[in-house]
């Protein structure tokens, strides 16, 4: 036994060094391009793609590529190491500029529901499929390289990223991946000198902006909206998918979903299996966006082009993590009516999945498919979302009465303007007093208190848009006329929330900042007396392994309250300086992300960076807190 103890760690290297893969030797097995209908027209130009699912096209070259950042673990996928990331010709590869041995470039053909409303043909209009590698573990991964160049789905658009929108697509997905959330993942970004124009806020200040592109990375980049090209002409605005009755097509798409990623699922009658599919779509989906609560993070443009059919997080726009806490608030600033706001994230996903069962209705049951949705997609999310909610407040057991707690919790943070994050984490520190009796509820309120909102910065937040008295005319006019509220770009939520605000400003117009202290302090006082009463029911004191189980919690919700997210203040100092070829706080960003859930200092965490970069960030905790002016902004699609 102890000569082959001593072999491990001379196998285990050589092992890996024969394993290992590199740009020229990948092992391409592009099945997804064999299987379904490739586009016959070789030209690339903005059309109508009919009857396929695929166009051939080639990548535009970029000028100058460099890497910004790679992910090591996302690579790995690939059976890429690091020795190949940090070739010099590295990002010719990672660019487009130079093709893989193997890969076959391709653009995907699927339609969506864009804001509610079918807008016919989409597709990859700057995401370039290079193929399926197949890695030593009999893996199948589908990459992409989105900000590639033209496709005939660009539309008006140039099929170019910028740097901004990429290296925020890349950091979430793999921030995502490190919070145990179902995603997509990005392997690399890579920054060019070539350069295009974005109107980032839509106000006619237009810029020039340097393009660059991800490496995309997932078992597959089929959506909701791949199933929408078979769509019949909608009703209401005339559009209707490409490939409407081929219904040869929706088949052949379907077995290719079926026995490729659901493999699992057997039936001898393929309509039968192709439910069992349908509903396990569903469910993931369900528990996908049960997990982005339970972490406040907000999509920003959940149309049904962005909705996976892995259950996967994809398509990083103009998404968010929750600051201080608003179930309101609009990331999207393209959003005027509040679709996509993290309260109503469940509704439209419930939403996006009927719209799914509607494009399979040419070959399946839509009643039956739309009574399924309609009877579980709920269902699973709450019991998902209920267990994690059990794991972040550290309960062992679940009761009725613990919606109830959760709500108050909510509510409690919204009402003092506590952050979302880090209020969740700070619920680790309650803990029994040596008297194991009482437990430390003073000390957990005060450092609670001390991170909630200033009383300027809820002033500023709950000041209305427009006084009451326009607010009561917009009202009596949308008695009369529904629509004119449509033709302002506004809403009935809108308006209400409106009416919310200026009650909450008119109450603290005139506080003091020690008595929006004094009330958060009571406040949280009776949320956390009602919490302790509910962590004694789980936990009896007087029990001799109490500290054992404590310390047992204590690291649960630590595993489950991360501390630190991808906040909008911390990449964006990110994408300044990779803008001027600084890429080392982007790798820093990336190694925190990576240790989202861990209880080490950010020293040693960053323990390979320069040290007094590492310790300014460490004193000002500037991965873990925001800084007033930017809480919550709102982010474009402009990319």
């Not at 078979?230 to 605005?237: I, K, L, M, S």
């Not at 999207?332 to 994230?345: E, F, I, P």
Request: charged content about 30%.
């Amino acid at each position: 036994m102890k000569f082959v103890k001593n072999i491990k760690p001379i196998v285990s290297p050589i092992r890996k060094y024969m394993t290992a893969k590199t740009f020229e030797t990948l092992n391409f097995d592009n099945l997804v391009l064999r299987t379904l209908p490739i586009d016959p027209v070789a030209e690339n130009y903005v059309r109508q793609v009919k009857n396929a699912c695929f166009s051939k096209i080639k990548p535009t070259p970029l000028q100058n590529p460099q890497i910004v950042v790679y992910s090591k673990e996302a690579m790995n996928l690939l059976d890429l190491d690091e020795n190949q990331l940090e070739r010099k010709d590295a990002s010719e590869y990672l660019s487009g500029n130079t093709l893989m041995s193997g890969s076959e470039t391709a653009a995907h053909c699927y339609c969506g529901h864009q804001f509610g409303v079918f807008a016919g043909q989409l597709g990859d209009g700057a995401a370039i499929y290079l193929g399926e590698v197949i890695n030593d573990k009999n893996e199948r991964w589908e990459i992409q390289l989105k900000g590639a160049g033209l496709t005939p789905y660009s539309r008006s658009a140039d099929g170019r990223k910028v740097l901004r929108s990429t290296l925020r697509e890349f950091m979430c997905s793999e921030a995502m991946h490190f919070l145990g959330i179902p995603t997509t993942r990005a392997g690399s970004c890579v920054v060019s000198d070539s350069k295009v124009v974005r109107d980032i806020f839509y106000d006619g200040n237009p810029k020039m902006e340097r393009c660059a592109v991800v490496l995309r990375i997932a078992q597959s980049f089929i959506r909701f909206g791949s199933f929408e090209i078979f769509r019949p002409v909608d009703p209401d605005y005339g559009n209707k998918g490409p490939s409407f009755g081929r219904n040869d097509i929706l088949i052949k798409m379907l077995d290719y979903v079926s026995d490729t990623f659901y493999s699992n699922i057997k039936s001898d009658n393929a309509h039968e299996k192709y439910e069992k599919v349908f509903q396990e779509i569903i469910l993931r989906t369900a528990r996908l966006v049960a997990e982005w609560l339970s972490v406040g993070w907000v999509h920003g443009v959940l149309n049904t082009d962005n909705m996976s059919i892995l259950g996967l997080t994809i398509d990083y726009g103009p998404f968010g993590f929750l600051d201080r806490y608003d179930p309101d608030h609009i990331f999207n600033g393209s959003d005027t009516a509040g679709r996509y706001t993290y309260r109503n994230q469940v509704d439209i996903c419930e939403w996006n999945c009927i719209k799914l069962a509607e494009a399979l209705s040419p070959v399946l049951d839509l009643v039956k498919l739309k009574d399924f949705v309609k009877k579980n997609f709920k269902q699973e999310f709450e019991r998902v979302y209920l267990e994690k909610m059990k794991k972040k407040f550290g309960l062992v057991n679940s009761k009725p009465s613990d919606s109830d707690l959760f709500k108050k919790f909510f509510d409690t943070m919204y009402e003092t303007g506590a952050d979302f994050t880090n209020t969740f984490r700070k619920l680790s520190l309650l803990e029994f007093l040596p008297n194991k009796t009482d437990m430390n509820t003073s000390e957990l309120v005060n450092v609670i208190v001390s991170e909630c909102a200033s009383i300027d910065d809820m002033r500023s937040f709950f000041k209305p848009k427009m006084p009451k008295e326009t607010l009561d005319k917009l009202f009596a006019a949308a008695e009369e006329n529904p629509g004119i509220l449509e033709y302002f770009g506004l809403n009935e939520v809108f308006l209400k929330n409106q009416l919310k605000f200026i009650e909450k400003y008119e109450k603290l117009k005139n506080k003091t900042v020690e008595e929006k202290k004094q009330i958060d302090t009571e406040l949280w006082s009776n949320w956390l007396n009602e919490y302790v009463n509910r962590i004694q029911e789980d936990y009896d004191p007087k029990s001799q392994d109490i500290d054992a189980k404590m310390t047992d919690r204590n690291k649960k919700m630590n595993s489950n309250n991360p501390r630190f997210i991808l906040r909008n203040h911390i990449i964006q100092e990110a994408i300044e300086k990779a803008d001027n070829n600084d890429f080392t706080e982007a790798k820093m960003l990336l190694k925190i992300l990576e240790n989202a859930f861990s209880e080490k200092s950010v020293d040693a965490i960053l323990a390979n960076f320069d040290p007094e970069a590492v310790r300014q960030k460490s004193e000002s905790k500037f991965y873990e807190n925001p800084p007033l002016p930017t809480k919550c902004v709102r982010l474009t699609c402009s990319s």
